[in-house]
């Protein structure tokens, strides 16, 4: 008997699509995220004509530097909604917050995640620096068969750390495949997606607008 498959995305609606006008979704940064991949599939959904990564002037998806920061952003209303994965180990503060409320949860596999070292570098120690996300750290010990020690370094996304290996600041990444384009890493390892949860957020009813420079972003 044939297994039956679920499309992804998987998107479920929970209340109306937010603040009128041009949707803009804000979420965690620089390009090369997943979370950047989940929100211009958001904003598309959304109504968004050519939904992409701009700075400055309107944009569709806006990247920062935290979850956090894309929060109160929200809050300001420079964003009208925030996607976050829901294996970030702090998204409980967004569903217990009462200032934001629920809006959309999808399903959605993340890019390719590997580990990578800059283009042309040479074996890496014995003993190498990993940057990474804290969220897909357990993974790090699948990629390497659970062979050879290692250590990692937290960064703020999985494409902070691809930045940090390429500028020689730690030994390799676990990072997404479009980071490792766009920083011009190469895979040492096989590489995997993971099959991700991510919860959008909007303003709750109630929520007061807050004073935010648009430099959040």
């Not at 929100?39 to 598309?44: D, N, Q, S």
């Not at 283009?119 to 120690?125: I, N, S, V």
């Not at 020690?149 to 494409?159: I, Q």
Request: aromatic fraction near 6%; charge should be neutral.
């Amino acid at each position: 008997m044939t297994k039956a498959t679920t499309s992804l995305p998987c998107f479920v609606t929970l209340t109306p699509a937010g603040a009128g006008g041009t949707p803009t979704v804000g979420t965690l940064g620089p390009p090369g995220t997943s979370s950047e991949l989940a929100a211009t599939l958001l904003a598309g959904r959304l109504g968004a004509a050519d939904p992409g990564t701009v700075d400055g002037g309107p944009t569709r998806v806006r990247l920062f530097d935290t979850y956090e920061r894309a929060g109160s952003a929200l809050r300001a209303r420079l964003v009208t909604h925030v996607v976050v994965a829901n294996a970030y180990k702090a998204v409980h503060e967004f569903y217990m917050d009462p200032g934001f409320q629920l809006a959309v949860v999808f399903v959605l596999d993340t890019p390719m995640y590997g580990i990578a070292k800059r283009r042309g570098a040479g074996a890496p120690p014995p003993s190498p620096t990993i940057a990474s996300h804290p969220s897909p750290v357990p993974i790090i010990g699948q990629l390497l068969n659970g062979s050879g020690a290692h250590v990692v370094m937290h960064a703020d996304s999985t494409s902070s750390a691809a930045l940090a290996a390429a500028e020689g600041r730690v030994d390799l990444a676990l990072t997404t495949a479009p980071a490792a384009q766009l920083y011009d890493l190469e895979f040492i390892t096989r590489t995997r997606c993971i099959r991700m949860v991510w919860s959008v957020f909007v303003l709750s009813d109630a929520a007061p607008a807050t004073t935010e420079s648009d430099g959040v972003a």
